[in-house]
């Protein structure tokens, strides 16, 4: 097999486990590029496994993938945008234009993706933190 097949067997196997034997899913599943080594076409196979698997599970997928992103199904609401500022990394609701443009499907989340556009509404993006975190100064230990 494939080193894309394998991987998406265990993605499967991650979405549709159930906790102790007790039929019930696992309440949360992180994947992270799930689309990696995957033949590009088998993409859309993906996307309609993690769209099932969020029927039972909560499912938070991160990807560069346009491909994965390609999808007139895909719900706006359900995208987020990650942006870095100042040393902090933020995560956010998509901005008017780029929710408008989907939902009027003008554009795929996978085009504006390409196309740079998918951008965070500064009315939601969270506070921004005075200062940045160090882990590893003596100070904070």
Do not use: C, W
Request: glycine content about 8%.
């Amino acid at each position: 097999m494939s080193d894309g097949t394998v991987r998406a067997l265990g993605i499967l196997v991650a979405l549709f486990q159930t906790g102790n034997g007790t039929g019930a899913h696992v309440p949360l599943v992180g994947l992270e590029e799930p689309e990696i080594a995957l033949h590009p076409a088998a993409a859309g196979l993906l996307l309609d496994g993690l769209k099932e698997a969020s029927r039972s599970t909560q499912v938070i997928v991160t990807s560069h993938s346009p491909d994965l992103l390609d999808d007139q199904q895909l719900d706006a609401d359900s995208l987020l945008a990650v942006y870095a500022e100042a040393g902090s990394t933020h995560i956010a609701a998509l901005d008017q234009a780029g929710r408008t443009a989907i939902l009027n499907r003008l554009y795929t989340p996978g085009e504006l993706l390409r196309l740079n556009q998918m951008r965070p509404d500064p009315e939601s993006a969270p506070e921004k933190l005075d200062r940045q975190l160090r882990l590893l100064d003596k100070e904070s230990v």
